[in-house]
Structures are given as structure tokens and as C-alpha cells.
């Protein structure tokens, strides 16, 4: 059908109209265009031109901040401080040798040095960035940002590192952190790209390592521009890294402090829990060492000085160290024979000093004998014939059983390094470790805590606490994460009939207060603070027939190490217990002289919340010693709590 001339016309407009409004939209184009060439090339054209030569943009990871540590009053005991640092990239660097050659005219570097470092470089990827230099001067620092345009690859920056401001006072609990190496990145399956940072830190040892996940937050980054050189021209964009938690544990600084003051320069270690809660108020392992040494990077004097020292500073003794626990494990012995039936409150056994057992003799400390004893005097007096006849007629099974329900050669859960089992020995455990049967002599050296049994002072702390409260307490270590509290478990009534414990107890406060008991020395005058305690010596060696014949050596004749152990556990107050004290000193000789006096401070500062009064003490010349002992000591003052997400 053929269109009619006003329909022709009418069509001939529209397309008109469309191939205006088409060119139009053509020619906006074309200036739009043509103003960002104008802008491109003229105006902005120097810009473009650099960018043209060689510069892109790169992603650097910002390292988080380390979570903090801090007691359970807020104060910062493992926090972070400003450190200045430089770092070279061999992508960036070009002729690595020769950028070197030019940093060393501001970074004094040894030939060694300077080799070590470019077989480094050599060794890592060519974008992973090298740490040439670490804890620089604020002037070394400026000069090399002064120097950073003849510096390609080189990148001077400001960061954070671990610092530990209480010392070596919490040293063997936190441990350290230091560089990552080689083998910490093999030992994780999918290592955090963070890691490979120059700077990072990671915990090496104890709640550093142990926590390293809640501690070490999350990297951050940051767009920056770079020229062809590797330097840095401008930073495009930042994203801040998040801090790692703030972890806020059950010690308290002031008597961790003290406590470890306290041991001295005896090869020791102490352990305080809050018996209620089973918080680890305390936990000193003497001598100590500064862990920031290890964070900055120890030399090889220092760190040769600590391996050789016989006192063995970078063991910690308070969960590593297993000791025979001698008479401290009576109340195991007694606690098993009470609940086996054989035995009750009231059984007496003579003891003349020794007894004929197998065609052996085993002796009693005392050489005279104790006479006739009863379940209390039995630890008042440390009769050892008493426990000898017990393990016979009980056996070493049930002495076992008893010992891990008290919380010996059970592996407790805490976030520290190296935690020993310790031995509670049975006829099984024999059989399995050395192909041997269990004999009569096994058990009557394990009644006294001697022969295969091992525990260490946290074990024996644990004891103490359990026997105190007649309830199975579990130690811990952290109070709260990021401000949010940790549960307190409800400690369950141990299977041990209450009239038996109470027995131990009794004991133990006969030991402290009777005339005849072992420590009375060391007792408590304060009757609101009343002690129980038990005494401990551990031998070392064996003491031969001939020897007893013609004397038994004195420990203070003896070379150090060949010195017995001495020991001592106490809870107060008696009749309502809220803290229980271990303490080990290793060859310190007697456990009432030695280890008892230690213990005693220890437990009377935890009560009084720092130094206690004088009348405490028994006025017998003991107050005059104690005195002396405070006035040597430079104690901690009374701490101010810090902001939770501080840098410190």
C-alpha cells in the first residue's frame, strides 16, 4: 500500500529529528572526551608522565598491635612500645648489592652484617619485605628518611614492639615473643600472610604462645604509590589493623612481686591459688630472667651467662620442675589409708625409729623414734615409721588413687609451656615404664613421698587447696578477654568422707601450732590469719649403712647439689581457707627452716594485701629477721590500673 505524501513527510521529520538528537549526543561525546585528553595532557600531564615512567600501586599489610596482658587489677604487665625500624624489598630495590653499599654509609654495618643480610634478601621472596635494621634511634631514623630518594627498595617506618615492664617478675608465665622464623611458618599449615612481615612478633614461649591467637589481632592495609625506583610516593588509602584482645589474668603484680623477692637468690618456686576460685594469684620461679632481652634480641654473652648458671634461670620450677615432694605427700598416704578403712583418726602405730621390712631397714628421720603416734600426731611429728606401716596394708594402688584425686600426676590446664604430669606411681605405671614388678620397698618409699613420686609445686598447690576445701579446685590463669569475664568453675565435693579430711587438717594445723609440731617456728600469731601447713625434705641422694653408722652428712656440708630439697605447703585461715601456698627450694636443706619462713611471708602478704604487720610474727627474734628482709627488698607500689587498649 502505497504512503500518502503527508505520511512521507511526516517520517522525513523523525528521522531529522532522530539523527539531530544522535548528533548531538555525538558531539557531547567528543567534548567530553576532548577536555579529559586537555586535562590529561596539559593540565595534568606532569602527573601522568611519572606515572607513565614506572610507578604503580602496591598493597603493604599494617601489622596489628599486640593484644595486652595485664593482673587482675588492670595492671599492664605485657604491652607495646614504639620502635623504629627499616626494612628493604628486593623488587623495589634494583641492584640490591648497591643499595646496600649506600645504606650502610647511614646504617653502621659490619662486612658480616651486610652479607648475612643480602643472603637474606637473596632467600625471600623478591615482594617480601627484609628487616635490615631493627629499634633505631630517632636521629638514624630521620637521616634515613632524608636518604629514601637515593634508597629505592628501602623503607624506613615506625611501629610496635613487645615490652614486658614489670621485668623478669612475670618472665617464666608470659614468656616472650620474637621474630617469626623459618621453622615457626613450617609448623603452620596456612601461616597468615602477616606473619612474613619483617617486624611481626610471635609468641615463643608460655601465655605468648599459648594465647597467640587471641593476642595477635588482625593486619590492617594501606594502598600507596610507588615509582618505578621503589619509592614511595604518596599513600592512596589505610585501613588500620584491629589490636589483638586484652587478656586480663588472675595474678596480682604486687605479690608476684614480692613472692618472687621473697625466693631470692634460692633456686626455687612458689605458687599461690585463691582456693575459692582456684585463681592463680602468684606463680615465682627463682631466679628469674628479663624477657625483654629475648624480644630485642639477647647477646651471646647474656644468653650464655643464663645457660650455664647452675640455678638454671630459664626453667620455670613451678610447672616443669617435678621433685620427690617427701613428707608433703603424707597427707596422701594418710588421706588413703583413712579412706580405705584400715586405718582410722585413732590407729596408733609405735615407731622406734626404723623398721625391718623384707630384709630391710627403713628409717625415720628421727633417729630415737616418735614412740607411739596417732592419724594427727602422725603429721604433727613427721613420723615416717607411721606412713611405712600404712602402705603396707593399703598398697600402692590406693596411695595412687588418692594422689591423683588431690591433683598429683594429673596434668593441669593452664596456658603456660611445658607443664609436667609429674608421677603418681602404681604397679601398672611400673610394669609399662620399666618391665618391672611393683615390690614392698616401692611402696613404703612412695608413702613418704620419696622413691618414684614427682609432683610439682602447682601440683602440690593444688593438694593443699583440695585438702583445705574438701573440693576438687582447678587452677586458672585468665580472669577475662576483652572485658569478658571468664566462668568460674563450681568445684565439686571430693569423694572423701569429710571426718577423714578434717583429720588431714587437723594435722596439718598441729604441725603450725601444737608444741611438737615440725614448723612451729614459722606459725602465725594472728589468729584471724591461723596457718596449717605441712613440712617437707626431699633427698637426693641415697644415704648409705656406713654413713648412718658413722653419721649422716649435714646439708651444709654437703656440695649445693647434692643438698636435699626443702619443702613446705600451708593454707589460711584454717577454719575458713582462702588462699593455699607451695613452696620449693631446691638443695635448700630442711624444709621447716628453709622453705617454711618463705611460705609464711608469702601466704601473710596475700592476707594483709601487702606487708603485714610485725605482730604477726612471734615475738622470738623472728619479727627482727623479717624486718631485715623487708628493708632489702625495692617492693612494688601500689599500681594504677591502665586504659585496657592502651599501647604501652
Same mark, same amino acid.
Given at each position: 500500500m502505497r504512503k500518502s505524501q503527508r505520511e512521507i513527510a511526516e517520517s522525513s521529520r523523525s528521522i531529522s529529528r532522530r539523527v539531530l538528537m544522535l548528533g548531538v549526543i555525538q558531539a557531547s561525546v567528543v567534548a567530553v572526551l576532548g577536555l579529559k585528553l586537555r586535562s590529561m595532557q596539559i593540565e595534568r600531564a606532569d602527573e601522568y608522565r611519572m606515572l607513565s615512567d614506572g610507578n604503580s600501586v602496591k598493597i603493604r599489610l599494617l601489622p596489628p598491635a599486640r593484644g595486652l596482658i595485664q593482673d587482675r587489677n588492670g595492671v599492664v604487665i605485657a604491652g607495646n612500645e614504639q620502635n623504629y625500624h627499616v626494612t628493604l624489598t628486593r623488587e623495589d630495590a634494583g641492584d640490591v648489592s648497591a643499595v646496600v653499599a649506600r645504606l650502610r654509609h647511614v646504617i653502621p654495618m659490619t662486612d658480616r652484617?651486610?652479607?648475612?643480610? #643480602? %643472603?637474606?634478601?637473596?632467600?625471600?621472596?623478591?615482594?617480601?619485605?627484609?628487616?635490615?635494621?631493627?629499634?633505631? @634511634?630517632? *636521629?638514624?631514623?630521620?637521616? #634515613? %628518611?632524608?636518604?629514601?630518594?637515593?634508597?629505592?627498595?628501602?623503607?624506613?617506618?615506625?611501629?610496635?614492639?613487645? @615490652?614486658? *615492664?614489670?621485668?623478669?617478675?612475670? %618472665?617464666?608465665?608470659?614468656?616472650y615473643v620474637g621474630p617469626v622464623s623459618d621453622f615457626d611458618l613450617a609448623k603452620i599449615e596456612n601461616p597468615d600472610p602477616v606473619l612474613r612481615l619483617p617486624e611481626f612478633q610471635l609468641g615463643k614461649v608460655g601465655m605468648e604462645v599459648k594465647l597467640e591467637d587471641e593476642l595477635r589481632g588482625k593486619a590492617g592495609a594501606r594502598r600507596v604509590e610507588v615509582n618505578s625506583a621503589g619509592r614511595e610516593m604518596r599513600e592512596l588509602s589505610r585501613q588500620e589493623g584491629q589490636q589483638g584482645a586484652t587478656v586480663q589474668t588472675t595474678m596480682d603484680a604486687r605479690l608476684q612481686n614480692f613472692a618472687l623477692q621473697r625466693l631470692g637468690s634460692e633456686s626455687a618456686a612458689a605458687v599461690v591459688i585463691d582456693v575459692t576460685n582456684g585463681d592463680i594469684v602468684a606463680i615465682a620461679s627463682a631466679p628469674s630472667f628479663d624477657p625483654n632481652k629475648f624480644v630485642r634480641g639477647i647477646s651471646g654473652p647474656d644468653y650464655r651467662a643464663l645457660m650455664s648458671h647452675d640455678h638454671r634461670p630459664l626453667a620455670d620450677k613451678s610447672v616443669q620442675g617435678a621433685y620427690p615432694p617427701g613428707s608433703t605427700f603424707k597427707m596422701v598416704t594418710l588421706?588413703?589409708?583413712?579412706?580405705?578403712?584400715?586405718?582410722?583418726?585413732?590407729?596408733?602405730?609405735?615407731?622406734?625409729?626404723?623398721?625391718?621390712?623384707?630384709?630391710?631397714?627403713?628409717?625415720?628421720?628421727?633417729?630415737?623414734?616418735h614412740g607411739t603416734v596417732d592419724a594427727v600426731n602422725s603429721l604433727s611429728h613427721s613420723c615416717d615409721v607411721y606412713y611405712y606401716e600404712v602402705a603396707q596394708r593399703i598398697g600402692i594402688d590406693r596411695i595412687a588413687a588418692m594422689a591423683r584425686k588431690l591433683g598429683i600426676g594429673v596434668r593441669h590446664d593452664l596456658p603456660m609451656s611445658a607443664i609436667t604430669e609429674g608421677i603418681a606411681p602404681d604397679r601398672d605405671w611400673k610394669r609399662a615404664r620399666y618391665k618391672q614388678e611393683w615390690q614392698l620397698g616401692d611402696s613404703i618409699n612412695a608413702s613418704i613421698g620419696q622413691g618414684y613420686v614427682l609432683a610439682s609445686p602447682l601440683q602440690l598447690a593444688v593438694m593443699t587447696a583440695r585438702v583445705a576445701t574438701g573440693r576438687a579446685v582447678e587452677p586458672r590463669l585468665v580472669r577475662a578477654v576483652d572485658g569478658v569475664p571468664v566462668p568460674v568453675k563450681e568445684f565439686a565435693p571430693l569423694d572423701i568422707h569429710p571426718l577423714n579430711l578434717r583429720t588431714a587438717r587437723a594435722g596439718m594445723?598441729?604441725?603450725?601450732?601444737?608444741?611438737?609440731?615440725?614448723?612451729?617456728?614459722?606459725?602465725?600469731?594472728?589468729?584471724?590469719?591461723?596457718?596449717?601447713?605441712?613440712t617437707g625434705t626431699s633427698q637426693v641422694r641415697n644415704i648409705t649403712a656406713a654413713e648412718r653408722a658413722r653419721g649422716v652428712i649435714s646439708n651444709d656440708q654437703l656440695p649445693w647439689n647434692r643438698r636435699d630439697h626443702a619443702l613446705f605447703v600451708c593454707f589460711a585461715p584454717f577454719d575458713s581457707p582462702r588462699y593455699a601456698v607451695s613452696v620449693v627450694v631446691e638443695h635448700g636443706g630442711g624444709g621447716s627452716a628453709v622453705a617454711a619462713p618463705i611460705a609464711r611471708d608469702i601466704l601473710l602478704f596475700a592476707l594483709a594485701g601487702g606487708l603485714p604487720p610485725l605482730s604477726a610474727y612471734p615475738d622470738d627474734g623472728t619479727r627482727a629477721k623479717v624486718q631485715a628482709i623487708w628493708d632489702s627488698m625495692v617492693l612494688m607500689p601500689e599500681p594504677k590500673p591502665q586504659n585496657s587498649r592502651a599501647k604501652v
Open positions: 652484617q651486610a652479607a648475612d643480610l #643480602l %643472603a637474606e634478601i637473596r632467600k625471600r621472596s623478591a615482594v617480601t619485605p627484609v628487616m635490615v635494621a631493627d629499634r633505631l @634511634s630517632w *636521629p638514624e631514623f630521620s637521616s #634515613l %628518611a632524608l636518604n629514601a630518594p637515593s634508597l629505592p627498595g628501602v623503607s624506613p617506618e615506625a611501629g610496635l614492639s613487645r @615490652s614486658y *615492664p614489670r621485668g623478669g617478675d612475670f %618472665a617464666h608465665v608470659l614468656g588421706l588413703a589409708g583413712l579412706e580405705s578403712g584400715i586405718i582410722n583418726p585413732g590407729t596408733r602405730f609405735f615407731c622406734p625409729g626404723s623398721l625391718q621390712i623384707a630384709g630391710r631397714k627403713f628409717h625415720c628421720w628421727r633417729k630415737g623414734g594445723d598441729a604441725v603450725m601450732n601444737s608444741d611438737s609440731g615440725t614448723a612451729r617456728r614459722a606459725r602465725i600469731l594472728a589468729p584471724e590469719w591461723r596457718m596449717a601447713g605441712k
